[in-house]
């Protein structure tokens, strides 16, 4: 069984603070996403990568960064957090791209 | 307009009945099709997978996908109070990369 896991469930961060959210998947998967999801919205793409140390925007990369240093580990950046980023973030992992993709069970970030 | 189009729902059926799900989208190009199942403070979870057109069966449901029309659907027979989630359809094109084209999902309630 394919298992991805999100550091955290919770979490709540003042603004302006810098956030970091881990991901790590057990079954050696060249790639990563990470996604938003909001009410209304759907899953919207921020960053992925496809190998270690190499990274990709997705559809809303704007106040986020990523870090890929290991291959089942890959980290979400929220710079310096804003109100605008309460989201749920979802982590997924990926064999190929003809493979479908597996999530992690989110973090629900509130930032006041 | 955006590339998938969900009913978000809710949708209510009493306990037994059968559901259809729905989304229609507009990229002539996505040939891998799924569908995705989400509960309450969970990550999604792969519920069916088909490429090009015509149906899948697995045990309860079935997954129908219309080229021609560009509409797919989830049938849900016998419909339980566990099958209450959000039902996410997913697309992606044969060529083109990794990236997955996600609806807004459609919340699902089945009455005891």
């Known amino acids: 069984d394919v298992k991805v896991t999100q550091s955290s469930r919770y979490l709540v961060k003042r603004t302006g603070e810098k956030v970091f959210l881990e991901c790590v998947q057990d079954?050696?998967?060249?790639?990563m996403f990470w996604y938003r999801q909001d009410p209304g919205l759907g899953l919207r793409l921020i960053y992925f990568?496809?190998?270690?140390?190499?990274?990709e925007k997705g559809d809303i990369p704007e106040g986020y960064s990523v870090s890929r240093e290991k291959k089942e580990r890959f980290s979400l950046i929220l710079e310096s957090a804003s109100t605008n980023q309460t989201s749920m973030y979802l982590c997924?992992?990926?064999?190929?791209?003809?493979?479908?993709?597996?999530f992690g069970p989110g973090t629900r970030l509130t930032v006041l | 307009q955006k590339e998938v189009e969900q009913d978000p729902g809710p949708l209510s059926v009493p306990e037994g009945a059968i559901v259809s799900l729905n989304c229609t989208y507009s990229?002539?190009?996505?040939?891998?099709f799924m569908w995705y199942r989400q509960y309450s403070r969970k990550g999604p979870e792969l519920l069916m997978y088909?490429?090009?057109?015509g149906n899948k069966e697995d045990g309860r449901f079935t997954a129908q996908v219309d080229k021609s029309s560009k509409y797919i659907s989830l049938f849900i027979r016998d419909s339980q109070p566990s099958d209450s989630a959000t039902y996410l359809c997913?697309?992606?094109?044969?060529?083109?990369?990794?990236?997955?084209?996600f609806g807004a999902g459609t919340r699902l309630f089945v009455k005891a």
């Open positions: 088909t490429y090009s057109s």
């Open positions: 990568s496809y190998d270690v140390k190499m990274k």
């Open positions: 990229n002539s190009a996505f040939q891998y």
């Open positions: 079954m050696d998967h060249e790639n």
């Open positions: 997924a992992s990926q064999t190929e791209p003809t493979d479908t993709q597996y």
């Open positions: 997913a697309m992606r094109p044969h060529t083109g990369g990794f990236k997955t084209i």
